[in-house]
């Protein structure tokens, strides 16, 4: 499904990425862990098409398809989708019309019709009950005043609605407390299947105790330095990080 | 010749077509004076330092309106709203459309000017209400000069308007450029309320200018709730000065929507005179090509415990020019008083300007008052999240831009208006968003 070559990337000339290789199978989720500045959300935005980040070697596949020349929301009608890490305050534009917005464009972009007004009502309600979302909620400025929770129960809430077929999830669990960590990652879950895929990227091994990862890599300064199963966060999690960056200077 | 010189010599012929034998000869005769005096406004004028005249004044423009251009309503239906009972006062080339029109006298005068200045059982009211709210300006003196046409609304006391009063102002220029001077008298009793839209509209692509006066006087608790919706065609020029005298616990808003023409001038003043009144000033101004609207707002806060809101909201295009200049003077004796402004603008373009200067006179001790305006570019950020989302570039923007106005939206008080205002937007942003605000 997605299949990352070699990636080279780059921010107002500074080298951020410098050689990451990576592929996702449909069914498969994978971690992303690493220290902080190693370059994980560097990589989530730029696989979801951010134009700040230059490409400067390599390439990034998505279905057998080059994707490296295409906007971010050609890549979200693709089915990329990026769970933010802080997801972006928009005042004036409700949670509902919003994502009302994102799914008839996507929709729009297939060539389809709008969705009923009916059915849309139906697919938010049903929605919003697997994360355990307040209606009320719904028609409040998108993530204006809603705590860390409530964002990124919002960001997983979209996912829900828009079905990608690869979902990242940049630090989800980072501001969330255990009950919500609970309800996020049984979200995703829930909406996990042999044709989509998932890449969490966190530092922390909590997250992955309710996501359980196929396969858990390490980046850092750049590359993917480890690679290995679940057993390779919790030893991340008892040792930190020190080793690895032992282990690759020397 | 000139424009000031054709006005001038063309005040006599104007008197002669109207009554003479009146108390508003008087008034505009002493107007004209006034006229003469000052002349047009010039830069040198701290007031209209960043909007210049020069160039409207140059066209040659014809001062009396022809005779009345027929107009289909189904042709203009759009200009409307339509889909709720309202009363409508309609001009063509500043000539009553009696057909497009729908006047009453059944409790309440909502009729025209004209009738106002000559029937004798308007005079008590025009002797003590005509002119006084409007400023010895060199604009508005131009206007009462040749003030002749326009709405004339009085509502009695403790009375709900229904239904809303549209003050239409279509222009055809026919085969011309033509100056328009419209007049409006709009006095609202003891515990009233009233809801007035009104509207400039061109026709045509002939140039049109028009000098606008508007007085309302809200007496004790009365309500008004007034919405400009401004000329968006390109020839077409709008100065409006409106000037509104609240009594005790009145609440008036006025909601201006600037869609563009070629130079807009908006002088819209309150005077409170009295306590524990509240005035709200709110607009949103979408410009592009070369367009230039400029807001030059003032709160007088003469008693205490009062209030004002000001919320301006201007989304700048390609070589447009935006103006804000928001004067708030609080007396001494206007203790308590909570004044609050806000103007913020967004530039989508390297070649648009902004110009913008609160301007804060405060006199007493113990008020609030708050000013903030912002400038800015549309936030990169929130364009990556929501093209992340599947939202392609242009409808983010558009998205972004709704959103930024929301706040000045939010307070229209009539849905069928705020839907058609909706409407516009979408379409000055060139696109259709399945939902409005």
């Known amino acids: 499904m997605l299949k990352i070559n070699n990636l080279h990337a780059s921010v107002e000339d500074k080298s951020i990425l410098k050689g990451i290789n990576l592929e996702v199978k449909p069914g498969e989720v994978h971690a992303i862990m690493g220290p902080n500045g190693s370059g994980k959300s560097t990589l989530a935005s730029v696989v979801a098409g951010k134009e700040d980040y230059e490409v400067t070697k390599g390439n990034i596949e998505f279905n057998g398809e080059d994707i490296d020349e295409l906007a971010a929301e050609e890549r979200a009608h693709k089915g990329v989708f990026l769970s933010f890490q802080y997801p972006i305050e928009i005042p004036g534009v409700s949670v509902t019309n919003f994502i009302k917005t994102a799914i008839n464009e996507s929709r729009k972009a297939q060539g389809l019709e709008d969705m009923p007004a009916k059915d849309m009502l139906k697919l938010i309600r049903e929605k919003a009950d697997l994360l355990e979302i307040d209606r009320k909620f719904l028609s409040r400025s998108l993530n204006e005043g809603f705590s ?4 990124k129960r919002n960001e997983i809430f979209q996912m829900a609605m828009l079905e990608p077929k690869l979902a990242i999830l940049d630090e989800t669990d980072s501001g969330l407390d255990i009950d919500a960590l609970r309800i996020v990652a049984n979200g995703v879950n829930k909406l996990k299947s042999k044709d989509n895929a998932v890449v969490v990227i966190t530092h922390y091994q909590r997250l992955l105790d309710h996501i359980v990862p196929d396969f858990v890599h390490v980046l850092y300064n750049g590359k993917i330095v480890k690679s290995g199963t679940k057993e390779l966060a919790h030893e991340l999690e008892e040792k930190g990080y020190d080793w690895i960056k032992e282990e690759v200077n020397a | 010749m000139e424009l000031k010189e054709k006005l001038l010599s063309s005040f006599m012929v104007f008197e002669n077509k109207v009554d003479i034998d009146t108390y508003v000869h008087d008034v505009r005769t002493d107007a004209i004076k006034t006229f ?13 330092k960043y909007t210049s005249l020069n160039k409207i004044l140059k066209e040659d423009y014809s001062v009396f309106p022809k005779q009345e251009n027929a107009i289909e309503y189904r042709d203009v239906k759009k200009y409307f709203i339509y889909d709720i009972d309202s009363y409508k006062i309609v001009f063509i080339d500043g000539k009553y459309s009696s057909h497009l029109s729908q006047t009453t006298h059944d409790g309440m005068d909502v009729c025209l000017m004209s009738a106002a200045l000559s029937k004798p059982k308007y005079r008590l009211v025009i002797e003590h209400y005509f002119n006084k709210a409007a400023t010895k300006d060199s604009l508005p003196a131009l206007n009462t000069a040749f003030s002749s046409e ?7 006391k403790n009375k709900l308007v229904e239904k809303p009063i549209q003050i239409i102002h279509f222009s055809t220029g026919n085969e011309s450029a033509t100056m328009l001077q419209p007049r409006n008298l709009i006095v609202v009793e003891e515990n009233s309320h009233v809801q007035i839209i009104e509207r400039h509209q061109s026709l045509t692509d002939n140039s049109v200018l028009t000098n606008s006066v508007t007085e309302i006087f809200a007496k004790k608790r009365a309500i008004v709730d007034y ?23 009145s609440v008036c808003s006025v909601h201006t929507f600037a869609f563009g023409g070629k130079l807009t001038r908006n002088n819209l003043n309150f005077y409170q005179e009295g306590q524990r009144i509240d005035s ?3 607009g949103v101004t979408i410009l592009g090509n070369k367009q230039h609207v400029d807001h030059n707002t003032l709160v007088h806060h003469i008693e205490p415990n009062c209030e004002s809101h000001q919320d301006y909201k201007g989304i700048f295009g390609e070589n447009s020019t935006g103006v804000f200049n928001g004067k708030i003077i609080v007396e001494k004796e206007a203790q308590k008083t909570n004044a609050f402004q806000s103007n913020n603008n967004i530039l989508i373009s390297d070649k648009a300007t902004i110009n913008t200067k609160p301007q804060l006179e405060i006199f007493a001790d113990d008020v609030k008052c708050s000013h903030g305006c912002t400038i800015g570019q549309l936030d990169e950020s929130a364009m990556f999240y929501m093209r992340s989302r599947g939202i392609p570039e242009k409808e983010a923007k558009a998205l972004l831009m709704y959103a930024f106005s929301n706040d000045v939206m939010s307070s229209v008080k009539i849905p069928e208006l705020k839907q058609r205002i909706t409407k516009i937007i979408a379409n000055k942003l060139g696109v259709n968003l399945g939902f409005d605000l």
């Open chain 2, 280 to 282: 709200i000033l709110k």
């Open chain 2, 227 to 249: 919405y400009k919706i401004q000329n968006d065609n390109s020839n077409a020029s709008l100065i409006d000065n409106t000037f509104l005298k609240q009594k005790q616990e």
């Open chain 2, 150 to 156: 326009g709405a004339y609304i009085h509502i009695p």
């Open chain 1, 148 to 151: 860390g929770g409530e964002k």
């Open chain 2, 36 to 48: 003469e005096e000052k002349g047009f406004p010039s830069k040198k004028e701290e007031a209209w």
